[in-house]
């Protein structure tokens, strides 16, 4: 064995150690964490955000301000200190949060300094185009068959032996309870109507002795390159250049189905804020924008890709100096002056359900149902051409026919079964550049069952509502795992768990017959809302399965033993598109209460007796004594507190959210939702995350 060499033989051999106190490298040495006890408060304090450090400091600005005023009142001399002070407090309020107050636009509803009510204008814009809307279209619209002049089909033909017969059953069943409520009816009445529309014809009626004649829009010279608003309705079907009328907004969507390009679809919407602000606000040059801030109302149940685009066009284009967002039930709740609802809705092609309590909408009790006013018109229409309609070239892709059909449902629609008997009225068609035609004719029970389709949906025509459903606009995903993160509703769901067609082998459905029965033959699940467990739900995982073999539950289903191992998972039914949210109204709102409840019995009581129905559709008549009466039906058990109720102070239910909106952006000492343009040039829509009410 060798031993231990000396130090004089190593440095003889060369092998000797050295140091000269240098380190190895210049890089500094950090020593490594000791895992045991480390802490670090990044992003854990409200002052390391940008957005909260902005309101803060602001915040400090106006209490130096405020002081600042206080010293120099007391600096004047005055009598009386406390006297100084308010006066100082009363002029710098108007001149310090007014500014925010009285300077607020919100969508397509804008208000004005001094008005009472919003100014309201269609969302809709007309674009110079080879051919108009109805020429495109060669169906007309209600679908029918077409048929010689002077000749009848049998309107079993003309709509279809399925339609047919269940708007004979709904008939019948109508005669049926107005027998057993003792109401008198007169022999065969549905006989003596068709006999009686059979043997009508118009009346042309000179256009200087009709006293209501329409003023159509005139194009000038040059024509413009778009028309918005009402006027764009009032253009001439057969003017010189056509016009075309695009909708940028359809069933609370964006229209896919007529545009091409996601980048027109958001121009036109742009487009239409723009002149409403220019036209309805006289605000006509962009520079005045810049000092003002605008309150925007999104769905509950909203899209993100919708949000942020929207968000960036107001803060790019419109350059407005703030913007914030809220919620269509939040702002109900606002306007009416109520604490906790359950806010009902219904627009004129969706319909939305959600409970607010203490000002916050409660997630899981949000529906969207994507029927509407527009849907009871066109029933409504179907029906009376069922009947034998005098006027049977009637066609709602028609502009003038479309007004017309608005007119007639307004006038002659109820839901109040005293009224329901055979009787007349007449119309008048106008047509731009020729005679005016009277027609009179003859309703019995039209009236009554098309807005009966609230709660009997499958006589809508639903068949073209997700026609174009996600061909210009993705879903919106997480950056991180990739998956939707659009806002999702255990209600939603659970109606769409009902309505959700069977997936095929390839992850695609069953044809397209299998979307349409699905959308048109929706099953009640009312088995859930009836059960009082204690046990709190928060997802759908126990949501009642349809009897349809093979439809899926809300969060999955497995392949049966005879499919192949690598058949794909398929998403949960909310993220789902080939499904139609179209359900009876009163097992809509039962099933919203029920999962704002969560089997708390109080909470059912205070919801069900706190209704609160909203939107141009609630405007049919005697529509809140049948809701009520339906379900009151529905559960017994709630006799005394079910109750509709209106919007207080005589107020219409059409500018109820406006008005709440309005009322939300008059906050400022209290509203931090509020979006700057240095906040957003510095995140962007990331600041939702931070600005928002709930939970973005």
């Not at 106190?21 to 940008?50: C, E, F, G, H």
């Not at 907004?249 to 007529?258: K, L, S, T």
């Not at 055979?422 to 009236?447: C, I, M, W």
């Not at 079910?642 to 406006?658: E, F, K, T």
Request: glycine share 6%.
């Amino acid at each position: 064995m060798v031993g231990k060499k000396s130090g004089k033989a190593l440095r003889d051999e060369g092998l000797e150690r050295t140091d000269n106190n240098m380190d190895l490298s210049s890089w500094p040495q950090v020593a490594a964490i000791n895992q045991k006890n480390y802490y670090t408060d990044y992003l854990k304090r409200d002052d390391q955000y940008l957005a909260f450090r902005l309101a803060n400091e602001e915040a400090d600005q106006d209490d130096q301000k405020r002081q600042g005023d206080r010293d120099r009142a007391r600096a004047m001399d005055k009598s009386n200190t406390e006297d100084a002070d308010a006066e100082a407090e009363v002029w710098l309020m108007p001149t310090g949060d007014a500014t925010w107050k009285t300077k607020t636009i919100h969508q397509l509803k804008p208000r004005a300094r001094n008005d009472a009510l919003p100014k309201t204008m269609p969302m809709v814009i007309a674009r110079k185009s080879q051919t108009n809307e109805s020429d495109e279209r060669e169906e007309p619209k209600p679908k029918r068959l077409k048929r010689d002049d002077g000749t009848d089909e049998d309107p079993e033909r003309v709509f279809g032996e399925e339609w047919s017969s269940q708007y004979t059953k709904m008939s019948a069943e109508l005669k049926a309870r107005m027998k057993a409520n003792k109401r008198r009816m007169l022999p065969n009445p549905k006989e003596g109507v068709i006999n009686f529309n059979r043997k009508q014809s118009p009346e042309a009626i000179s256009e200087h002795n009709d006293p209501e004649r329409i003023e159509w829009t005139e194009l000038g010279t040059p024509a413009p390159e778009y028309i918005i608003g009402q006027p764009a309705l009032r253009i001439p079907d057969a003017s010189k250049p056509r016009y075309k009328l695009s909708w940028p907004i359809q069933y609370g969507w964006c229209n896919e189905r007529d545009y091409k390009s996601k980048r027109m679809l958001f121009l036109d919407i742009s487009l239409i804020l723009e002149e409403a602000i220019k036209i309805q606000l006289g605000l006509t040059s962009k520079k005045d924008w810049a000092q003002y801030s605008c309150v925007f109302v999104i769905p509950d149940l909203y899209e993100k890709s919708y949000v942020t685009q929207v968000l960036e066009m107001l803060m790019r284009e419109f350059s407005f100096a703030r913007v914030c967002f809220i919620q269509e039930s939040l702002a109900a709740t606002f306007g009416a002056g109520f604490t906790s609802a359950c806010v009902v809705d219904i627009g004129a092609q969706k319909t939305s359900i959600c409970c607010v309590e203490e000002g916050m909408c409660i997630e899981n009790s949000r529906v969207n149902l994507k029927m509407g006013g527009n849907d009871v018109t066109e029933t409504f229409i179907k029906m009376m051409l069922h009947d034998y309609f005098p006027y049977y070239d009637i066609n709602l892709w028609r502009r003038y026919d479309f007004l017309l059909a608005e007119e007639l449902k307004k006038n002659i629609c109820t839901l109040d079964e005293a009224k329901v008997s055979p009787q007349a009225y007449d119309l008048h068609l106008r047509v731009s550049g020729q005679d005016t035609q009277k027609h009179n004719f003859k309703v019995f029970d039209e009236g009554h069952l098309a807005p009966m389709g609230f709660f009997e949906p499958t006589i809508f025509d639903n068949s073209h509502k997700l026609v174009g459903r996600r061909q210009l606009i993705e879903k919106s995903v997480d950056i991180y795992d990739g998956q939707p993160n659009d806002p999702t509703s255990a209600a939603q769901s659970e109606i769409m768990t009902a309505l959700a067609p069977p997936l095929s082998a390839n992850g695609k459905v069953n044809g397209e017959s299998d979307v349409q029965a699905a959308a048109a033959a929706p099953r009640p699940v009312l088995g859930r809302i009836q059960e009082q467990d204690a046990t709190p739900r928060s997802s759908v995982a126990g949501s009642p399965v349809p009897e349809t073999a093979g439809t899926p539950q809300a969060t999955g289903n497995t392949a049966p033993a005879s499919a192949p191992t690598t058949q794909p998972a398929r998403q949960p039914v909310e993220y789902r598109d080939d499904i139609l949210p179209v359900f009876p109204l009163d097992n809509a709102i039962l099933t919203s209460i029920a999962h704002a409840a969560r089997s708390d019995e109080k909470k059912m009581r205070d919801f069900i007796g706190g209704i609160m129905i909203v939107g141009g559709g609630s405007l049919t008549n005697e529509l809140h004594a049948f809701l009520e009466a339906r379900l009151k039906a529905l559960r017994p058990g709630f006799l005394k507190e079910i109750m509709i109720g209106v919007p207080p102070r005589d107020l219409d239910a059409q500018v109820v959210v406006w008005k709440g909106a309005s009322i939300f952006g008059k906050l400022n000492s209290t509203n931090d939702s509020w979006i700057g343009q240095l906040e957003y040039d510095r995140l962007g829509h990331r600041l939702m995350a931070y600005k928002c009410m709930w939970a973005y």
